[in-house]
């Protein structure tokens, strides 16, 4: 995954037509893109449903015995979501780290079975006396067996040979061992599954998934997931595509930067900050109105959750490092690594959103001279209903997973997709939140009644942005417990990318720039250049660009090549940031003029914030994401420690440390002179520590641990560099513990101090709220 630049390059300087109007290209431009990308990007998802690998009515052996049927696999797509296994295992390639791709896991499995099988009928001895032609031979013949598709379309009928059938019947013994012993299934509470009809269920539904891995796509040399596990032994090597896609799409992104690169020779103006003007803030810190006092308390609540997320975070690398123990008290009796897993998504998500929320209806309440009445009273309906469902949304998961739920729990406790973890209920009222949020926007901010004129394109932008975050979380809805896995991966990364990578982004474009704009430090163009330019660039490479997390998903070649074409154009911002680099740091040196004399811009730790979102996209989501985007790298990397290598250092570094930078300017801009240095230090703290802290866990361990995880795909394949053989080596465990010391210098020097920092900042706006009402 690859996230845009926040913070997009420039070598600006003024233009003369700094306030006119600008080209209507702009908006025609960012139009065009948007049709184009969202036409191919509709066109690939109804694909998706139509491409999707077939789940067969019945499978049988050759006599026509019935073995299991959709309605099996069905459920035991239910039984994986059930217990939270997609925070704990994958299904090829996505999902979590802790324990074993659960696909490739039982493909490697029916290979080493129906090898057994093969070798005592062609050869009438086991496979550990053959010779090495004998070997050879045989692991043709398994390569053979198992990509022959035998599944009959017309009768809906999969019929399996006698290897392939008592390969399925040796699954449900391995998975019934598997979920006994937590030390050996990544932290699992112990005898996580034992129901026979639910292990049963859960073998078909894994069974599938690994015929889908091997089987041939009809007309085509290569499987439904294009050969997705890499296990040679039974005849899962790259495809061509992979290589050639791969080539062609670095020919597209040197073509993306050269062009790039020609805008900013030819248009100097481009960039965030608008230099040869006085710099004159429309807004001033330490004289909040009642309604910027009632949103400093959504700051609280989110650097509370930001340390539950550090906390559980710290938790969930210790099963990678010891996941029999920890520190001598057994945790996953009580708290299973799939739920802390759950909880540090989910808490992620919802500190950060919850940031973007306070911060966009605070800069909103910035534009008008005169607040509505009821604003305040509006605001704590508001809080209250982000902590329901915040809290409610948590404590569902972990009913949900530990089976106190009945058959509720998809409804109110845990879902069991990733990223998607919460309750459908919970997400319908999420839906309704934001678009309460939306509405309370409007309400104070809509364009009609922002006195100044000039700011409303801005302010319109800003609006746009903000609908698009209600509304692109919609397609989290589309989809139940029991729909194909293909299918139900599309519309997943409809969310994870479009939303969180995409709008997110966008959204978070338009606030920084009107942000900016309300600090007087860019002109109104520039500003709009800037959302113009973002938009442009992100949606050119990042609607289509989707795809590359559809791969090896049941999607075909037609996605594998147009997405890997156009992701590569998502980095194409990224590498430009070092242009604007020196921008922010001479900015935080500069001066306001207030009433005719000079004084210190007040918000220099939002702008250091802000260099530290900029430095993250460019190492984290540019450099990390692009690591692991082509198709021939995605196809050995995926749902290795690569990725969330990527993940921490983009999704922390680029959306977290905005959240962080917003809820500072928040801070400061509430807190007087005579009170914010007492936050200050612990905003300086906190700056300090999340980013030192951050680059130790990459530096030092997700980052060796993913390289050396990939290279043992290339040499063992998939199935062993995810299994618990290879994460139980004392090599393993030792990249695992080296994780600790950057996760305690995050919680104790990053995430403590802010929490220190936001509730200081809330008793003041109290403290000055009770002596207003007394003095009035």
């Known amino acids: 995954m690859t996230t845009p630049s926040a913070i997009p390059p420039s070598n600006a300087i003024a233009s003369p037509a700094d306030d006119g109007p600008l080209s209507p290209w702009w908006l025609r431009s960012i139009a065009i893109v948007m049709l184009v990308g969202f036409g191919v990007l509709i066109a690939i998802t109804v694909l998706a449903y139509r491409n999707a690998p077939p789940i067969p009515g019945k499978v049988v052996d050759t006599q026509g015995t019935t073995l299991f049927t959709s309605e099996d696999i069905g459920n035991g797509q239910a039984v994986f979501l059930k217990y939270g296994l997609m925070n ?13 791709d659960y ?67 040796q699954q449900i013994s391995h998975w019934t061992e598997y979920f ?38 009809p007309g085509e040399d290569f499987s439904y997931t294009n050969n997705f596990p890499f296990d040679p032994s039974v005849g899962n090597v790259a495809i061509p595509g992979a290589l050639l896609w791969s080539a062609l799409s670095l020919l597209v992104f040197l073509a993306g930067i050269a062009a790039v690169l020609l805008a900013f020779g030819k248009f100097e103006y481009l960039g965030w900050l608008s230099h040869g003007h006085t710099i004159e803030p429309r807004i001033h810190p330490g004289s909040p109105s009642p309604g910027q006092r009632a949103l400093v308390k959504f700051f609280v609540v989110v650097a509370l959750v930001f340390l539950f997320q550090t906390l559980i975070g710290g938790a969930t690398a210790h ?51 005169e607040e509505p009445r009821a604003l305040a009273t509006w605001t704590h309906i508001l809080f209250a209903a982000f902590v329901a469902v915040i809290g409610g949304s948590l404590l569902g998961e972990w009913a949900g997973i530990s089976q106190l739920l009945g058959d509720w729990w998809f409804w109110i406790g845990n879902q069991g997709w990733e990223y998607l973890e919460l309750g459908r209920l919970w997400q319908y009222i999420l839906v309704v939140g934001l678009l309460v949020w939306f509405a309370m926007l409007w309400w104070v901010a809509r364009p009609s009644k922002v006195e100044n004129v000039e700011a409303r394109p801005i ?79 992100y949606f050119l490479g990042g609607l289509i660009g989707t795809g590359h997390h559809w791969y090896f998903n049941g999607q075909t070649g037609f996605n594998m090549a147009l997405s890997a074409l156009f992701s590569v154009l998502e980095v194409v911002p990224l590498t430009l940031l070092t242009l604007d680099a020196w921008d922010f740091v001479r900015t935080t040196n500069r001066e306001n003029q207030v009433a005719g004399k000079p004084t210190p811009i007040p918000h220099k730790w939002t702008f250091y914030f802000l260099m530290a979102v900029g430095f993250w996209n460019f190492f984290g989501a540019g450099m990390f994401g692009f690591l692991i985007n082509l198709p021939i ?74 390289v050396l995880q990939m290279w043992d795909v290339i040499q063992h394949g998939y199935w062993h560099a995810r299994s618990m053989d290879y994460m139980s080596t004392p090599r393993s465990h030792l990249i695992e ?20 920092a936001s509730t200081k900042g809330w008793l003041g706006v109290r403290a000055s709220s009770r002596k207003d009402m007394a003095a009035g």
């Not at 704990?88 to 074993?100: M, R, V």
């Not at 550990?128 to 398994?142: G, H, N, Y």
């Not at 598709?149 to 290897?163: F, G, I």
């Not at 009170?675 to 951050?694: C, D, H, Q, R, S």
């Open 319 to 369: 099963y990678r490092a010891d996941p029999g123990s920890f520190y001598g008290f057994q945790l996953e009796n009580i708290f299973p690594s799939n739920l802390m897993r759950t909880w540090h998504l989910q808490s992620a998500i919802m500190w950060i959103a919850t940031a973007y929320v306070a911060a966009a209806l605070f800069l909103g309440n910035t534009l008008r001279r």
């Open 88 to 100: 704990n295992g994958s299904i090829w390639g996505h999902g979590a780290y802790l324990g074993p």
């Open 633 to 706: 790298v995605s196809y050995y990397e995926v749902g290795t420690q690569l990725t969330p290598n990527h993940g921490h250092a983009s999704m922390m570094g680029v959306f977290g440390m905005l959240a962080i930078a917003l809820m500072v300017f928040v801070l400061r801009q509430t807190a007087d002179d005579k009170t914010w240095p007492g936050i200050e230090k612990y905003v300086k703290m906190a700056f300090w520590g999340t980013n030192v802290g951050l680059m130790m866990m990459v530096l030092m361990s997700l980052f060796p641990s993913g």
């Open 737 to 756: 513990w080296l994780r600790m010391p950057g996760d305690m210098v995050f919680i104790l020097f990053g995430a403590i101090p802010l929490v220190i």
């Open 459 to 537: 302010v319109k932008m800003f609006f746009i942005a903000s609908l698009s975050i209600p509304v692109f979380y919609i397609p989290a809805l589309f989809f139940g417990a029991k729909t194909n896995f293909t299918v139900v991966d599309t519309w997943r990364f409809w969310i994870i990318h479009l939303w969180v990578e995409g709008f997110f982004e966008f959204f978070a474009t338009t606030i920084v720039a009107l942000a900016l704009y309300q600090l007087g430090l860019t002109r109104r163009n520039t500003a709009l250049r800037v959302i113009y330019l973002d938009a442009i660039l």
């Open 180 to 217: 006994k012993d937590p030390t050996r299934n990544g932290g699992l509470k112990p005898n996580l599954i034992s129901d026979p009809t639910e292990l049963r269920e859960f073998s078909a539904f894994v069974s599938w998934a690994a015929w889908v891995s091997i089987a041939n796509r």
């Open 103 to 169: 696909s490739a896991e039982a493909l490697h499995r029916m290979g080493q079975d129906t090898a057994a099988a093969l070798a005592l009928q062609q050869f009438g001895k086991p496979v550990a006396e053959l010779d090495a032609v004998q070997r050879a031979a045989l692991q043709a013949s398994v390569a053979v067996v198992l990509k022959t598709n035998r599944y009959d379309q017309a009768n809906d009928v999969l019929t399996l040979t006698p290897a392939e059938v008592q390969a399925w019947q």
